[in-house]
């Protein structure tokens, strides 16, 4: 690991004056990081030249018996930015029409800032320090949120800008399947084949499996509460 990456760190665990307050049992289970479950439609797989279309995110609550749920999600449709290359191949695959009189998207700046503001609402609630993107192949919807998030010159990007929480690593531990169609009836969890590759969907399914593994774990007794 890098000085830089250690500074980061470094800097986000360093008390902070007025603070000081205990964390909330969700801020307690990550370090004091609240998981955010994120997917994205793209117009191809470059996050600096191609488009943004879709974007979704289910933030999570915490019950009192320490089991996550799904609190508030968000979907957008996203205007694509000026000069975006898009993939025909893209387009089919997703099935996303952009000239569609019923997609109503917004721009890259409305979308990342209103889910932005909600994660940072949910921050203070539960006395987060910073959010980490929770994605089935997290890198990938990672660098498309903060690519779209520098084009936009937001400034209070609550996510943490390198580490995420890859759920095909974790259904790979936990059920031995990465594909996350596979890896949702692995688990119990209903999937429609129809309905994938929607971002409010993928991130719906994305969300229950993560809560799923992450409940699971606990029930079986690899989590004890502070």
Request: with cysteine.
């Given at each position: 690991m890098s000085q830089d990456y250690d500074d980061f760190d470094e800097q986000e665990d360093a008390p902070q004056s007025g603070k000081n307050k205990p964390k909330s049992p969700l801020a307690q289970r990550f370090r004091g990081y609240l998981p955010v479950v994120v997917d994205?439609?793209?117009?191809?797989?470059?996050?600096?030249?191609?488009a943004l279309l879709e974007i979704a995110a289910v933030i999570p609550g915490m019950d009192d018996r320490g089991l996550l749920y799904a609190e508030h999600t968000q979907f957008f449709r996203v205007e694509p930015f000026e000069g975006a290359n898009i993939e025909p191949a893209a387009l089919e695959f997703t099935g996303?029409?952009?000239?569609?009189p019923l997609r109503m998207a917004v721009s890259e700046e409305h979308a990342l800032g209103e889910i932005f503001k909600s994660i940072r609402k949910s921050m203070k609630s539960h006395g987060c320090k910073r959010a980490i993107l929770v994605g089935h192949n997290s890198p990938?919807?990672?660098?498309?949120?903060q690519?779209?998030?520098?084009?936009?010159?937001l400034?209070?990007?609550?996510?943490?800008?390198?580490?995420?929480?890859d759920t095909a690593t974790l259904a790979g531990l936990a059920y031995g399947q990465t594909v996350l169609a596979k890896a949702c009836e692995a688990a119990g969890i209903e999937f429609d084949n129809r309905e994938a590759h929607s971002a409010r969907y993928?991130?719906?399914?994305?969300?229950?499996?993560?809560?799923?593994?992450?409940?699971?774990?606990k029930s079986m007794g690899g989590w004890n509460d502070y």
């Open positions: 994205v439609e793209t117009g191809g797989f470059n996050n600096a030249t191609d996303i029409k952009l000239n569609h990938f919807d990672l660098g498309f949120v690519a779209a998030a520098a084009r936009c010159a400034k209070r990007n609550p996510f943490h800008p390198f580490s995420s929480f993928d991130t719906e399914k994305t969300a229950e499996l993560f809560f799923e593994i992450v409940n699971r774990w």
